[in-house]
């Protein structure tokens, strides 16, 4: 049988290479303009052609976000860029402004053309309505439950594709069109620049002589009343897959290695063995070692969303916007020695010797070591690993391989 695509977020060329390593069919990235996520690292032409060219070499692909709502002054530039993705080998870019769409056709009419969320596509005749437009796939709005997604399929040409979100932050807003950002902080959200005020403290104030608060909940810090819970599908694959998205997208362009190596590795896995329990016509169900994994990276407390229907106030956690994070990671690793059980590595966050370390490594998880002696380049012992991304060789029983994480568990 056929898998839906694995799409992972890659913020830069080392997400990139993670999302890759560990199992995404697909990464979406932005350029410095005209991309959702102007905080993120991005990518410059010359490195979207490296990317694409690694990617194509080893059967993957690039989507390329264009989907910021432009004004008149961007277009001037905006033409050049959409050549530029086109020329580096994009196999998509995703845009959600008539107007990028009506130039991407005139500049770069071979260019596949993906809608964003933002589209805010929630029947098929919009969905069609963009087909006739020239989009190949609509990456539906957030709002629909999974047997909306099932009947607008059916009513759709054979050959437009839908996309669906599975993981990741959800927006209070709809289908992500946010105002607060731009009011609050003088940041257009719609255009790259979102600082997130959905996710801060609110309390009410009387307007009066004294200024009296009124707490909306009883609590000393506020309340949290527009932050959302953060999606995960993973327990729920078969009725995802039931509906008909050919592709399966986590958010995240500005989470780290950690976070995208984690997730794409535990829907990799869940995929792969649903695969295998559908050929081999057994009962599938995800194991709990994979589900434990997406509790293991920085998250908030975890929903379906709207895809069994509207989640109502059980989509949103009032009490804080903070994450939930019990691992951290603590290296990647490089080579390994496997005649003298020695791995180098590049470290990313304090351990000591003797401390136990996780291992993450595509399709396998579980594995533990302790570290047994840390050396420098220099042949130097040392105790613990003090120094941000510093090249060290540790003791290490457990076979392991570049592109692999080592983490820990907070105490």
Known sequence: MKLPELLAPAGNMERLMTAFHFGADAVYVGMNKMSLRNFADNFTLEELKIACDYAHKNGKKIYVACNAFGKDDDFEELAEL???????????????????????KQVAPKLELHLSTQANTLNSYAAKFWYDQGVKR????????????????????????????????????????????????????NRGECVQPCRWSYELREKGKEGEFFP???????????????????????????????SLKIEGRMKSIAYVATVVNAYRMALDEYKKAMEEGSDFVVPEIIVNEL???????????????????EGQYPIHAGYIKSYDICATVIDYDKENHIAKIQQRNRFFDGEELDILSPGDVGRKFTVKGI????GEYQEATPHP???????????????????????
Do not use: W
């Not at 995960?232 to 039931?242: K, R």
């Not at 991304?389 to 568990?409: A, M, P, S, Y």
């Open 295 to 313: 509790y293991k990276t920085s998250h908030r407390p975890y929903s379906t969303g709207f895809m069994f229907g509207s989640p109502g106030a």
């Open 138 to 189: 609509v990456i539906l709005a957030r709002e629909l439950s999974l047997k909306q997604i099932s009947d607008m399929k059916k009513k759709m040409p054979d050959d437009l594709e839908l996309e669906i979100f599975v993981h990741g932050a959800m927006c209070i807003s709809y289908s992500g069109r946010c105002l607060l950002s731009n009011y609050l902080a003088g940041r257009d959200a």
């Open 389 to 411: 991304k510093q090249i060290l060789f540790i003791g290490c029983d457990e076979e392991v391989k570049c592109g692999d994480i080592l983490r820990k568990k907070y105490n």
């Open 82 to 104: 959409i050549k530029g993705i086109y020329e580096a080998g994009a196999d998509a870019i995703i845009v959600n402004d008539p107007g990028v769409i009506y130039l991407a």
């Open 375 to 378: 050396k420098n380049e220099d």
């Open 216 to 246: 909306i909940e009883q609590d000393e810090k506020g309340t949290y009343i527009l932050n959302s819970r953060d999606m995960n599908l993973i327990e729920h694959l078969p009725e995802v897959i039931a509906s008909g998205a050919c």
